[in-house]
């Protein structure tokens, strides 16, 4: 868990949160804080509790035990119209106009009508959809309504912005774009919490990664600190025995996969902390015919993988 | 309370900006006119029936029935117009019958180009007469009543004249008919009139008109919180405002929607009403001023649509298809169909015990004691039937909260144990 508040109150803090449904418990002892302005990437196989925590940080689902503290306050209904949000599974109001949708939605957090519309014509010019201000939702493509939804959580200018699977259902350019946005947002001061099931945007993005599996915590913390779950490795392609690389030293776990011309890939899986040249250095001792060796540090991915043993999961929670 | 207003708002305007809404707005205006102007516009412009008469008898019917024919009918016009025989008639009715046929089939037309429509064939039938009433369509109706009771009423003059009863006062036999008059300690004047009738016929419509309010305002709320459920844009809601907020936002949205077009349509009723009828304008105003009624058919209707509006929402919450509200809203529906079958009866039987008994269940509280007003049910009945539907709101309402926050989080289909096990435990997810 990350402590390092720096003094400053934390935007958001869970202790021993835990929900049961009768037997089953979706979330179980979740603990975590964090810090204002901080982007947080929720991370977790399907059926982690990922959605059950989102739903009780925002008050939507009572907890069955633990205690939430958000944006200083202890209810989440007290603060409501500080809070984005954008559900996993997305729609808006299909005979409204972006415009309206967005005033609408910002209307409920606070801002009068007129003013939510204003704003929600600036966000959606700013973002390239001028040509759409006046047309009604149902006519716009998938990513662009997404994008509109986006949008709505943002026009209040909540403190707090909690994006479920943001990503999903985007095309490339789009998710870079989303990409920018929520690093526009976090720099604007708002704290950030967005599940993801691609880590690449969570490595890209996040201060902070939570990995859940099973309704419980396996990690929290940097991402560089979750790639150190995973072992670095070492990948040697040549025309060798793979059997005479077992006995390199610092090695944890070897795998072997055939490539062209009957060369074979080995990867070599590196004990914690040992390093890869004393391997490196006595497979070429060994005078093995080495065409080509890379030395591979963990992605969040393998992280994810290790933590989670496999990232299989249930059904959503 | 200014989210549920903006909810309200969103949800007024939605609808009101959908064709649905401004064909409800015109559909009554549209459905009175047509019953009105219909049949005037085809009186006035279907000719005049022609009808020839045959009589056989010796009592010189023919003028009977001619005079009663010329008499003026619906739309100023006489009934029919009599005309002689086409053609020499035989002495035998069944031969005439075969002569007029080609004439009423149309094969054969009378002098002028125009059909004959009927043929009455008056013949000799022991000391009465017997009418062979023929006509070119099965289907019409009216002209033989009206050419029976004619003949009768003649016959009956003829033979009392044989029996030796004279014209003066066979005219005052005619004149003997008893005037009636219907009297009610509860009519204003003694004597019961329109307007002593106008309360009983206005609670019959508050009634029915809370019973069109209930059905139509449940498909909107239903349908509204099911798009909402479906495009998950419940969640979003609920994390902006309060289940309340938003309850309540959505059945006030549906009533302004509902609300508008009954006001359109009393409006249109109110002024065609004043321009035709000055005096029967004015007795209905005074129907709900009288016994500051209108604020005993306020009470019922607001209570009432909010005991089912509350209903309808949650049902909506936990549904996501229109197959998973059917499910739920037949219940309700058999339920739904029970007022109107009584709320006629309680116009003429308003105090009969199962008028009475039926009023106490919540559920039909609001159309019977709105069915009832006329007969002025005591004021504790009043406060006690209005206080037990409100308690029952209040309790749906205490339950529905969190159910319908269940029912909102839920996915999949639709779960009946959920459903109840949401209601019984008061217990979102």
Known sequence: MRDDVGGARPALSVEGLTKRYGAFTAVDDLSFTLRAGDILGFLGPNGAGKTTTVRMILGLVVPTAGRINLLGEDDPAKVRDKIGFLPEERGLYRRMTPVQAIGFLASLKGLSTAEGRRRGRELLIAHGMEDVLTRPIKSLSKGMAQKVQILSTLAHGPDLVILDEPFSGLDPANQQALEDLIRGVARDGATVIFSTHVMQHAERLCDQVLLMANGRKVFDGTVEAARTAAPRTLVLEGRFDPAALADLPGIADVSTAPIEDGAVRVILALKKGAPAQDALREAFTKGLDILRFELREPHLHDAFLVLTNGGGGEGEA | ?429
Request: proline share 7%; glycine share 8%; hydrophobic share 50%.
């Open chain 2, 1 to 429: 309370m200014i989210k549920l207003l903006r909810i309200a708002r969103r949800e007024y305007l939605a609808y009101v900006r959908t064709p649905g809404f401004w064909l409800s707005l015109l559909l009554l205006p549209v459905g009175l006119s047509t019953i009105v102007l219909v049949p005037m516009v085809m009186n006035r412009s279907s000719p005049t029936p022609i009808v020839t008469v045959v009589d056989f008898t010796p009592f010189g019917l023919t003028a009977v029935v001619r005079r009663t024919l010329a008499e003026h009918g619906p739309g100023g016009r006489p009934r029919a117009i009599v005309v002689p025989p086409p053609e020499a008639f035989p002495a035998d009715a069944a031969q005439l019958r075969g002569r007029l046929s080609p004439y009423l089939q149309g094969a054969r037309t009378l002098p002028g180009g125009r059909g004959l429509d009927a043929a009455v064939i008056i013949r000799p039938a022991g000391e009465s007469v017997a009418i062979d009433y023929w006509s070119r369509n099965v289907t019409e109706g009216g002209l033989e009543d009206t050419v029976g009771n004619a003949i009768t009423a003649q016959m009956r003059r003829i033979r009392l004249q044989h029996l030796g009863v004279d014209q003066a006062t066979l005219a005052r036999v005619d004149a003997s008919n008893p005037v009636v008059n219907f009297y009610s300690p509860k009519a204003a004047a003694g004597k019961v009139s329109l307007a002593d009738r106008l309360p009983g016929l206005a609670g019959l419509a508050m009634g029915m008109l809370l019973w069109m309010v209930v059905l139509t305002g449940a498909g909107m709320l239903l349908n509204s919180v099911m798009e909402e459920k479906t495009s998950r844009i419940i969640e979003v809601l609920l994390s902006s405002a309060s289940v309340p907020e938003i309850m309540g936002g959505k059945i006030l949205g549906v009533a302004c929607v509902t609300g508008t077009i009954l006001a359109f349509w009393m409006s249109i009723a109110a002024v065609l009403l004043t321009l035709r009828s000055p005096d029967l304008a004015g007795a209905m105003a005074g129907v709900f001023l009288d016994h500051a009624r209108w604020a005993y058919f306020a009470l019922y209707f607001l209570g009432g649509y909010l005991m089912f509006a509350t209903l309808y929402v949650t049902i909506g919450a936990f549904c996501e298809t229109s197959r998973e509200a059917q499910t739920l809203l037949g219940p309700m529906m058999i339920i739904m169909s029970i007022p109107p079958l009584f709320m006629s009866q309680a116009i003429a039987h308003p105090d009969a015990p199962l008028m009475r008994t039926l009023s106490w269940v919540p559920l039909f509280t609001p159309f019977m004691m709105a069915a009832r007003a006329a007969n002025e049910p005591p004021l504790w009945e009043v406060a006690a039937t209005a206080a037990l539907m409100f308690g029952v709101t209040a309790l749906e309402l205490w339950v529905a909260v969190p159910a319908f926050k269940s029912g909102a989080l839920a996915t999949g289909r639709f779960d009946l144990r959920l459903f109840f096990t949401s209601l019984a435990r008061r217990q979102a997810p």
